[in-house]
C-alpha cells in the first residue's frame, strides 16, 4: 500500500457477504471508517472475499465458519476516531480537521451500520 487508507470510504460487500451472518442486514454499499497502511494483497487458503474497496481489495474476508478478518475499523467509536494519530494523518494525506468534516457527513449512518455488525458478531458467537 503506497500510503495508509484513513477516514470514511465506500466499502463494497461481496456476493458471499450477502448470504453471511455477520454481514446480515447491512447494506451492499456504505462508507466505513478505514485506518490501516497495510493490507491483505492475497487471500489464504480457504478465505472467502466479503467486502472491498477502491484503495484495498481485501477489508474483509472469512476462513471457516467462525474466523473474520476486517481492514476498516467498525468498533472504532466518534471519540477515537478523533483521536487518530496525526503523523500517521499526515503520512495518508489527510488532516484532523477532514476527519472531523467526513464524521459529520458520515459518522450517524456509519455507528448504525457499525452496531448492526457487533450485533451479528455477538448472535454469531453465542450460537
Known amino acids: ?3 495508509p487508507e484513513v477516514g470514511f470510504w465506500p466499502i463494497d460487500l461481496s ?7 455477520v454481514f446480515g442486514g447491512m447494506p451492499w454499499s ?3 471508517f478505514s485506518s490501516h497502511g497495510y493490507e491483505v494483497t492475497d487471500l489464504p487458503p ?3 472475499l466479503l467486502a472491498s474497496s477502491a484503495a484495498c481489495k481485501v477489508q474483509s474476508f472469512r476462513v471457516g465458519p467462525r474466523t473474520y478478518a476486517f481492514q476498516y475499523h467498525f468498533e472504532w467509536t ?6 487518530e494519530d496525526e503523523e500517521f494523518l499526515r ?3 489527510v488532516t484532523l480537521r477532514e476527519i472531523d468534516e ?3 457527513l458520515h459518522y450517524a449512518r456509519f455507528d448504525e451500520i457499525a452496531t448492526r455488525q457487533c ?4 448472535h454469531l458467537l453465542l450460537r
Open 102 to 104: 467526513q464524521c459529520a
Open 46 to 48: 480457504g478465505a472467502v
Open 1 to 3: 500500500m503506497a500510503k
Open 30 to 32: 456504505a462508507p466505513r
Open 15 to 21: 456476493h458471499a457477504a450477502q448470504n453471511d451472518p
Open 78 to 83: 466518534r471519540e477515537q476516531i478523533g483521536n
Open 91 to 93: 503520512r495518508a494525506g
Open 119 to 122: 450485533q451479528n458478531l455477538a
